[in-house]
């Protein structure tokens, strides 16, 4: 019976994979495949927040609220916090241009201790960006957040993870670098209102790809190993 080495089976692993097609990228799929021409990106940022979980719930939570991360709503469709029909409309705004994003709740999930969960999706696919603000287009962007409460001693620590995979052409947006600032937002937010007990972390980002859970083949596909 032949066997391969672990070292064999890395280099053998698209060739199986490709054998099976993978599905095109959605909010249930993933790993998944972009359209053609367009690049994926699969980013997490992390903080651990020195506060209540319920209290990062109260600014993080509804739909609806944006003020954490800087982004004011135009227009919303349906009820708050709603999955599969709160649908929000964001303009975003930069060098005398504008363009809007349509993103709908999908999912949204909260627990007693406060610890709570949502995601959303793009809903105007293949939006252009103009020029100035960096060009290229959406194609599909899936975001989500969670917060976990610390136990025990821990209960003003709260673990918060913001993870978007997307697919776009051009560099139209640095999703890193927005997250980033958001959740460092909700520190500042909580301190102002004296519900931050003690240091938060500083928002690191990830981007899975660079750190070898992804393997590459076919120009625009990548499988994304989660978990390892």
């Known amino acids: 019976m032949l066997s391969l080495s672990p070292f064999a089976a890395l280099f053998l692993l698209p060739a199986l994979i490709s054998a099976k097609p993978l599905p095109g990228c959605s909010n249930q799929n993933i790993p998944c495949r972009c359209p053609r021409g367009n690049t994926f990106d699969n980013y997490t940022t992390s903080a651990t927040i020195a506060a209540n979980a319920h209290d990062v719930q109260g600014i993080a939570y509804d739909y609806y609220e944006t003020d954490w991360f800087n982004l004011p709503i135009s227009k919303t469709r349906g009820p708050d916090n709603k999955p599969g ?34 995601k959303f999706e793009q809903v105007n696919v293949g939006i252009q960006v103009p020029p100035q603000q960096g060009g290229g287009s959406f194609n599909g962007y899936w975001p989500s957040f969670r917060a976990t409460q610390h136990r025990g001693d821990d209960r003003f620590k709260t673990d918060v993870s913001w993870n978007v995979y997307y697919c776009v052409t051009g560099h139209p947006f640095d999703f890193a670098r927005f997250h980033e600032g958001a959740v460092a937002n909700i520190s500042m937010i909580l301190e102002k209102g004296g519900k931050l007990r003690g240091r938060s972390s500083v928002p690191v980002s990830v981007c899975e ?20």
């Open 85 to 118: 029909v709160s649908v929000r409309t964001l303009p975003v705004n930069g060098k005398d241009t504008t363009y809007d994003l349509v993103e709908r709740l999908t999912a949204q999930t909260r627990q007693h201790d406060g610890s709570f969960y949502w």
């Open 209 to 228: 790809r660079r750190r070898g859970r992804c393997v590459w083949f076919g120009g625009e596909v990548c499988v994304c190993l989660r978990g390892r």
